[in-house]
């Protein structure tokens, strides 16, 4: 067979097939069916030792897209859509009104591993950035004093709202 008609025909072969989709990613949704009670803030959850049991409440900063780690911000911190005039920011979500080390000092990292120690794969539905949410978990703290909650689990206490027009990010 001639390579240029051997080429179109394993077009036409291709063409008949449905693309393959990429799989998806399953959920994880820890969230507890009840409040786990008095929480720390972010700050005073960072000065705990390696390997305590904890409740932290912050709000969601960020999400890792894939991963069930999102990073928890203290919520003494305003988000800019919470000061005054900001709320027509196309990003009210953020705290770009901080400075890094403002942000920096007030933020650990929360993750679900497995059976297995390594953090879980899979998207977490039930969390949207700013949720104030009570983590309850293990604090962790590395050689450069950064603190890791392992969650068992999460309860959302609060769900702020966007102005008309805005949608939250993907």
Known sequence: MR???FCISLAAFACGKEAEKPPALAAVDLALASDPGAALSVKAAKEKGHGEEVVVEGRVQEIVKGLAV???????LDY???RPGTMTDDTPWDYCCE???TRTAATLTVESRGPDGRVRAGAMPSLRLLDLVAVKGRAEKDEHGNVTVVTTGWFRRERPDLPD???WPE
């Open 3 to 5: 390579p240029v008609a």
């Open 70 to 76: 999102f990073r928890l911000i203290d919520a003494s």
């Open 80 to 82: 800019c859509g919470q």
């Open 99 to 101: 400075t890094p080390e």
């Open 165 to 167: 027009g805005l949608h």
